[in-house]
């Protein structure tokens, strides 16, 4: 069967490969409501499985230690019973790091996955998983276009001030060395929103997006370009996240290693994986958990909010420096669409800039809903909720039909 982007019954599967999990959503390419979607999960662990969610009804496969070519299989055999494998016409990919040499989404081709190879040394633990999910669907969907998606890619607009680290210059030339940012798909998705539901000039706006969610990152996007932003050379710099310490002194990281023998992995490890909300509150790295203790008076689940709102408003504050209006400030993730305490306390920072909370509808405002959450309008506090997962299903049919209408081949 000759099937193509522009076929109306064409469907885009999206793939998200971390390390032990695979996330993935199908979409037909006129509807951004995913047909399906669902998560493997412990995968090469004796208790793997695979879950889709369908209209509603969730459903689970045992994969009996399988790992991400396994899961694979099981997610192709279940579009297979549903009749849908035939229509699947492209397939899109999240990758974590692009380096320097990404700064668009790409069709996948040989010499593209040795280049999001070379990028492996920079994100050791993303890209290997990334490439072992598209490699996987290279062999079970041979003849389908494939494309991935970056999420550094969106921040290779920075000017060379925002992203050069005051290191000696040696080590940026010999091992690219620098800030790169991630989260890109979400921030270029949610600056796409906000310039339509603010109507704003395409060429003359501002906007600083406060994406949080277990990661977090903001960014400052200047008439649609990403112009600076929290995240660093890994997702470790910047604003405090769920587990994830953000910005420190090196020095205080040199003084525990000295006091403690932590060594470097280990320091690795207790800035990733034991820091943020749960290093602060010793309870929980979940906000939701956090905001009913603080309710009832954990002082540490309190004081974790009150650091996190704290460096976000600083960081916001940092980064509308970078632009030229400041037209919005835009809440999304799963914190930032949610919680209507972490917005209150973070805008309540926000005067100096002329941000004035609504508190009725910032209480209102939840569940996947977009809007204003300041009574100022220039410049206004507003929620849009992201989508990372359609916006890699829409550069995959761009270039899917780039396919198309030129009759090129990648494979
Ligand atoms: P990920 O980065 O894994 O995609 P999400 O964007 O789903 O994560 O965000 C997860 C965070 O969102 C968790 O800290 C969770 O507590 C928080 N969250 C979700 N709903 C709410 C809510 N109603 N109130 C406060 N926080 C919420």
Redesign the pocket.
Known sequence: MDLSIATPHALILVINCGSSSLKFALYSAARREPLLVGLAERLGAPESSIRFDLDGARSLVKLEGAAHAGALAALLEQLQKLGWLKNVCAVGHRVVHGGEHFTASALITPAIINDIEACCPLAPLHNPANLLGIRAMLEGMPNIPQVAVFDTAFHQTMPVAAYLYALPRRYQRELGVRRYGFHGTSHRYVAGEAERFLELDPADHGLVIAH????CSATAVKNGASVDTTMGLTPLEGLVM?TRSGDVDFGALCYIAQHTGLDLAGLDSMLNKESGLLGLSELS?????L?AAAAEGHQGAAEAIAVFTHRLARHIGGLAMSLSRLDAVVFT???GE??S??RKLTIARLGVLGIDLDPVANDQM?GGKSGFVSRSRQPAAIVIPTDEEWMIACDTIALAEIITTTGLSTL
């Open positions: 949080l969610g277990n990661g769920g790295n979940d906000c939701r958990t905001e993730g799963g914190i949610n919680s305490l972490i939840k």
